[in-house]
């Protein structure tokens, strides 16, 4: 990390079809070896795997599954006097964002299923509804946080 400047924040562009910088986001963290198109191409058929199960609107479901999945606190590790604390900060909503994609794409790369359109799909739909890896990842890192809140004071 540099010590002179911040780096600065770069504006994610709007996808083509759904016209949202989320799922251009979300695009990017699918992407592999350079190969934008083919996760344009795995994002826009699980959309459309979710229109045809929920019967909703996919962007809006996506956003929901976002939104659930966002983190308010996170720990990190700080390193007092020989010993290793566990401190809970708050995060910024960029940052939980950010956490909430990385965690749905893990979460549905572990899911049983044959292919990755599908598992991305349904990861969605349950993190949407509340259930699933992405939403147990999220509760237990609330929990993490929760219970190193007497460290709280090292930030």
Same mark, same amino acid.
């Given at each position: 990390?540099?010590?002179?400047?911040?780096?600065?924040?770069?504006?994610?562009?709007?996808?083509?079809?759904?016209?949202?910088?989320?799922?251009?986001?979300? $695009?990017?963290?699918?992407?592999?070896? !350079? &190969?934008?198109?083919?996760?344009?191409?795995? +994002?826009?058929? #699980?959309? /459309?795997?979710?229109?045809?199960?929920?019967?909703?609107?996919?962007?809006?479901?996506?956003?929901?599954?976002?939104?659930?999945?966002?983190?308010?606190?996170?720990?990190?590790?700080?390193?007092?006097?020989?010993?290793?604390?566990?401190?809970? $900060?708050?995060?910024?909503?960029?940052? !939980? &964002?950010?956490?909430?994609?990385?965690?749905? +794409?893990?979460? #549905?790369? /572990?899911?049983?299923?044959?292919?990755?359109?599908?598992?991305?799909?349904?990861?969605?739909?349950?993190?949407?509804?509340?259930?699933?890896?992405?939403?147990?990842?999220?509760?237990?890192?609330?929990?993490?946080?929760?219970?190193?809140?007497?460290?709280?004071?090292?930030?």
């Amino acid at each position: 990390m540099s010590r002179r400047k911040n780096a600065e924040k770069r504006i994610v562009n709007p996808d083509p079809v759904y016209r949202n910088r989320l799922v251009n986001m979300l $695009v990017n963290r699918i992407l592999k070896n !350079g &190969k934008k198109s083919l996760a344009y191409r795995i +994002l826009y058929k #699980a959309m /459309k795997n979710i229109k045809t199960k929920t019967q909703k609107n996919p962007l809006f479901i996506l956003r929901q599954a976002i939104r659930k999945a966002t983190p308010k606190v996170a720990v990190k590790a700080r390193r007092v006097g020989g010993s290793t604390y566990q401190v809970p $900060v708050e995060i910024q909503s960029s940052q !939980g &964002k950010a956490l909430a994609i990385r965690w749905l +794409l893990t979460s #549905a790369k /572990k899911r049983a299923g044959r292919n990755f359109i599908s598992k991305l799909s349904n990861e969605i739909i349950d993190t949407a509804r509340d259930t699933g890896n992405t939403i147990r990842k999220k509760e237990e890192t609330h929990r993490m946080a929760e219970s190193n809140r007497a460290f709280a004071h090292f930030r």
